[in-house]
């Protein structure tokens, strides 16, 4: 006879905490202790340590330029291996649990290798093992298309498995990683972060988006849709997190909540472009053709009839970038375009700055008095970003930790 489940807890644990043969154990009790207080566990893993880059490196060696397909299939096997070790371990322990894989835990996906989206999940498989009594240990960070093709959910992944997985069970999500919460900054380069207590799903987009990688971005979009609460948790410790959630305007007392850093941005310059209706579109429609990102744009004060243009993405896109404005400026019929990837982006985030006026000019102030050149400025209502040298990066994100008083709440 099925039983009643209860609401089922959904646990991630990402790839720091499930290193060694030791922290998979140690997790294993963790689940355990759950499972003994009478909670229906699904616990969603992520590759062991470096796996990931791991296997990509040794892709990379044999493929420079592999395709996408089969960097899906490779890199879902780090996952795969995760979720038995912690399956076997767990029998280990008297814990009757089943290991599946993202196609056997029926999350479906379009066929967008390398950065799928979940489609929607059958939860009838893991329903019913749950029901049997027992924990369901789940590959993170994968899913299956249409095609019946394995497709990976973008780097980070694991965090989106598990809230989407916690959005279809109706269940809870705690996402456990080696740090114990969300910091107002990553506690690796701003030594006297302080952890908040709960964040907005906004602002938590946003500095996951800005290189924050404490939760994934779309992880953190797909928990604001479905509302599921993220509870951040260390493996290690037993403290409070963070809980991320929908926090009201009267809860935001300080005009920032965080500081973030990116040093995987590069920046594409274009020289003497002819500055005529027309340019722009043709550039940045042929970037938008094969799915690159754009971030920061910057054309500079045309001089007779020319003009620079300057734009940022994602390092990974960097080669290809620069390929497809090489074309497009000889048929714009201009210039030169050349890479820098020697820049990062360091940002403020808080949904208080709406109301206040003065931020980003505190900002940049912080930057300058450490002699730090911006190169270039995004904003948006609840961001400030500016664009620097990549070796004055982690400075840049002190001045400002501390120019807002961050550390102090
Ligand atoms: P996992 O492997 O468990 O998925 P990640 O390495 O992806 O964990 O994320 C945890 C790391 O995120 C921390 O070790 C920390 O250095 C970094 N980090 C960056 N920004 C923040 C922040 N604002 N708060 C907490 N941790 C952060
Ligand atoms: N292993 C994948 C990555 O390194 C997914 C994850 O850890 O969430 O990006
Ligand atoms: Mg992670």
Not at 33 to 51: F, I
Not at 242 to 270: I, N, Y
Not at 329 to 337: P, R
Not at 391 to 404: I, Q, S
């Amino acid at each position: 006879m099925a039983q009643d489940l209860g609401v089922p807890v959904v646990l991630k644990f990402g790839g720091s905490s499930l290193a060694t043969a030791e922290r998979i154990r140690l997790v294993a009790e963790r689940i355990a202790e759950r499972h003994r207080q009478g909670d229906a566990v699904v616990a969603v893993v992520s590759a062991q340590g470096d796996t990931t880059d791991d296997l990509l490196d040794r892709l990379h060696e044999l493929a420079p330029q592999p395709p996408a397909r089969e960097v899906d299939m490779l890199l879902a096997t780090g996952e795969q291996q995760s979720a038995a070790l912690m399956a076997a371990t767990l029998s280990t322990l008297g814990v009757p649990a089943v290991s599946l894989t993202g196609w056997q835990a029926g999350i479906a996906t379009d066929r967008s290798h390398r950065r799928a989206r979940i489609h929607g999940i059958a939860p009838q498989r893991i329903r019913r093992l749950l029901a049997s009594g027992r924990v369901v240990v789940v590959a993170g960070f994968q899913g299956v298309s249409e095609g019946g093709d394995v497709t990976t959910l973008g780097r980070g992944g694991s965090d989106l498995t598990a809230v989407a997985l916690a959005a279809s069970l109706g269940g809870t999500c705690e996402i456990y990683s080696d740090v114990d919460g969300v910091y107002t900054a990553d506690p690796r380069i701003v030594p006297d972060a302080r952890r908040l207590e709960a964040i907005g799903y906004d602002e938590m987009m946003e500095l996951a988006a800005l290189g924050a990688q404490v939760l994934q971005g779309r992880a953190v979009e797909s928990a604001w849709q479905h509302g599921v609460e993220v509870h951040a948790r260390s493996t290690f410790t037993d403290g409070p997190g963070t809980r991320v959630h929908a926090l009201a305007g009267t809860e935001r007392s300080q005009p920032v909540t965080g500081v973030a850093l990116d040093r995987k941005v590069a920046r594409v310059l274009c020289q003497q472009v002819p500055d005529q209706p027309g340019s722009a579109a043709r550039l940045f429609g042929a970037l938008a053709e094969a799915g690159i990102n754009v971030d920061i744009i910057v054309q500079s004060p045309s001089h007779e009839g020319r003009t620079d243009l300057a734009f940022t993405i994602a390092d990974d896109d960097a080669t290809q970038a620069e390929e497809i404005a090489r074309r497009a400026v000889v048929q714009i019929g201009a210039g030169h375009v050349s890479r820098d990837a020697d820049v990062a982006k360091v940002s403020v985030v808080g949904a208080g700055m709406l109301s206040r006026p003065g931020v980003a000019s505190q900002a940049f102030k912080a930057l300058a008095d450490e002699g730090i050149n911006i190169i270039a400025i995004a904003t948006s209502e609840i961001k400030i970003s500016c664009l620097v040298r990549r070796e004055e990066a982690d400075l840049g994100l002190r001045a400002l930790h501390r120019a807002f008083q961050l550390a102090d709440a």
